[in-house]
């Protein structure tokens, strides 16, 4: 088939890869426009477009897929078929209606579980067991197209959202060219998605981030490790912010007030609703990520001070 590739960050480009070494066409990419990065504030090309350039395929950066322009090219470019990964922009019907097949996108997700722009977040954040990848045809409503294929995935006690997404990429990569191939040769048909068990999962803000001590060791540990690398999960502590890297309940550890601190030579241990949990690493604003011991032999902290305070 002929395929215009649409993505736009890192996660998107194990997909971008696979499928330009797969036996099918890859005419374009479609990926948002340049946007300021660094100190500098400097207009930088997407992941996917830098990629792209390196592999020689022409780059379409519409400002939105609704623009005319945008969709004459396309029309122009007579695709069979748009496959998508974290493409970051609404489509519109006049859009999806252009190749034959549709567009067809790749979902962090055991759909219809999690539909939405952070699936991956909100599976460790729950407390899941599994996650995994889906690839549906889109439609106008939410991550409800039919789907055509599912991979599953463990997810590992100590999982970040960061080393979950990392896995699913690359499993989901070798997905996606499988289902470009059953829609290709005809051997793969969409089916519905079920209407009971939907879950959403909106974007995870930086206020979602600021850890409550107040909830049981599980909850910290699983909403740090949700958070991980972004937002970034954060505290406070005597009137300064930090961001808190993933920790480890320690039920072996005397009990601890929600908040409340015991730092030793080589551990920080903070108090929750249940039992204490250990420091990892830590982030003061402005400064270099550190092991927590390190920070806290650098800083001065007034008597009876508590994290959230």
Known sequence: MRLAFAGTPEVALPSLNAIAESRHELVAVVTRPDAPAGRGRRLVASPVAQRAEELGIPVLKPEHPRDPAFQDELKALDVDCVPVVAYGALLPASALDIPRHGWVN??????????GAAPVQHAIWAGDEFSGATTFRIVPALDAGPTFGVMTERIRPADTAGDLLGRLAEGGAQLLVATLDGIDDGSLEAREQPTDDVTVAPKITVDDARVDWSEPAAAVDRRIRACTPAPGAWTTVAGERFKLGPVTPDAEEAPLAPGELRVTKRSVHVGTASVPVRLGQVRPTGRKEM????WARGVVLPDGATFGS
């Not at 790749?106 to 539909?115: E, M, T, Y």
């Not at 092991?291 to 390190?294: I, P, W």
């Open 106 to 115: 790749l979902h962090f997700s055991l759909l219809p579980q999690w539909r």
């Open 291 to 294: 092991a927590a011991a390190d």
